[in-house]
């Protein structure tokens, strides 16, 4: 791991930064909405506008890559992000807060199709792994260290505005001053999503469930604090909460994935989640309680991502991998648009504490399916043939994702030769 944080500093560094800058505006703007007297319904639909842009970028990026190259995209995509994030507190308007979050998820997008590329280029076959391990260590460590930038200033103010905005421009500074080589662009055409519905329709359904669950996280759990009355520094604790449960839980029910069949693992975990989204609803009254269902749905809610790419893999070939990430992660991104605004609407019916219902409804309604779905088909698990869980997070680009399953199919190929290589002639 030393070897590859040495080869990849620069990489690693400019993302954590760029992920400090991300999950800081993002908190920052759910507490300066409440402030600035916005409706729960607007706030939503401001927080959904990052993943229509998150989405589009997705789509686009490649082919602007393609044309111009990965430095002009990336300073480009740069300088709009941090135009953005100063023109927040410019103009307080839902209106022109909706437009800056779409050109803010479409940069982003386009960012970390950027640097995901570079960073595998700049990893060798036998360090891959670990690289993308250590990324998604990065950007969650980002994620949360954002949250107690919050506390240093007043959120009504400019200031915390402006160090979103410098925080991303600095980190470009060591992605593009880099020595390692701009990489060659490839992206694999997505499987049809008809296609991909046949082959795994709980992989289809749980995709989108998590897709309305994480943009409901990413998007409104600062919007629920201000609704709620949280102080600030309680949001902060709170996000931080639900982040810190996907970075710690994520490796324990990734082990799991690979020793046990996952239809049932997908069941306890999405049981677990709802259950804990349930005690947030009842009990958000009392702080630890709230801590603990922040936890718990964010530290289930997460590795159900990869959990159910893994479970999709164990019915494809190693070749249709690719193209079957490309489908689910768009299907994941039609429920994330849909989460902030569902959201917005059960927090505008049943109060504040409508948040964790939605979460915990999606979540349960995913165990129910899951449960379902064992009674249409038999258990093919085996865990010698089993695809190996990747530690994927929701925010990583269809180029993380790829780079995960050419890790696996390398792994078995290597595997294969140095068995047949060990194997005497007969």
């Not at 055409?189 to 469930?209: A, D, H, N, Q, Y």
Request: include cysteine; aromatic fraction near 12%; charged fraction near 10%.
């Amino acid at each position: 791991m030393l070897q590859v944080f040495k080869g990849s500093w620069a990489l690693l560094l400019g993302m954590m930064l760029l992920m400090v800058g991300n999950g800081l505006q993002g908190t920052l703007l759910g507490v300066r909405g409440g402030l600035e007297g916005f409706g729960t319904f607007e706030m939503s639909i401001v927080m959904s506008c990052y993943f229509v842009g998150f989405l589009g970028g997705s789509k686009m990026a490649p082919e602007m890559i393609r044309r111009v190259g990965h430095v002009r995209v990336f300073a480009a995509l740069a300088s709009f992000i941090s135009a953005v994030l100063i023109l927040y507190p410019a103009f307080p308007h839902p209106v022109a807060w909706a437009l800056g979050r779409i050109v803010i998820g479409f940069c982003f997008s386009g960012v970390y199709v950027t640097a995901e590329s570079w960073l595998n280029n700049s990893a060798d076959n036998a360090h891959r792994g670990k690289a993308l391990s250590l990324y998604m260590i990065v950007q969650m460590f980002g994620i949360v260290a954002a949250q107690g930038i919050l506390l240093t200033g007043d959120p009504s103010g400019f200031v915390l505005f402006i160090i979103p905005s410098v925080l991303v421009s600095i980190s470009f500074a060591p992605i593009l001053l880099s020595v390692s080589p701009t990489p060659a662009f490839e992206t694999t055409k997505p499987m049809t999503l008809r296609e991909l519905t046949r082959i795994s329709p709980l992989g289809c359904v749980g995709m989108f469930l998590m897709g309305g669950v994480f943009s409901a996280q990413f998007g409104m759990a600062a919007v629920y604090g201000t609704e709620r009355g949280l102080t600030v520094a309680e949001i902060s604790i709170f996000v931080t909460a639900i982040y810190l449960g996907a970075l710690l839980l994520q490796y324990p029910i990734g082990w799991l994935s690979d020793r046990m069949d996952r239809r049932v693992l997908i069941l306890a975990v999405s049981v677990f989640g709802g259950l804990g989204g349930f005690a947030g609803f009842l009990y958000d009254d009392v702080f630890v309680l709230l801590l603990g269902a922040g936890f718990i749905i964010g530290g289930m809610s997460n590795p159900l991502y990869a959990l159910l790419i893994a479970y999709t893999n164990d019915f494809l070939e190693h070749e249709d991998m690719a193209a079957a990430s490309g489908g689910l992660i768009f299907i994941n991104g039609i429920g994330a648009i849909a989460g902030p605004l569902i959201t917005g609407w059960m927090m505008g019916l049943v109060g504040p504490e409508g948040f964790f219902l939605f979460v915990a409804v999606l979540l349960l309604g995913l165990a129910a399916y899951a449960g379902f779905r064992m009674t249409q088909r038999a258990s093919t698990f085996d865990v010698d043939e089993a695809t190996p869980y990747s530690p994927i997070l929701a925010t990583a680009s269809p180029v993380a994702v790829e780079v995960a399953q050419e890790i696996y199919i390398e792994a078995e190929l290597e595997e294969a030769e140095s068995a047949a290589t060990e194997t005497p002639a007969a």
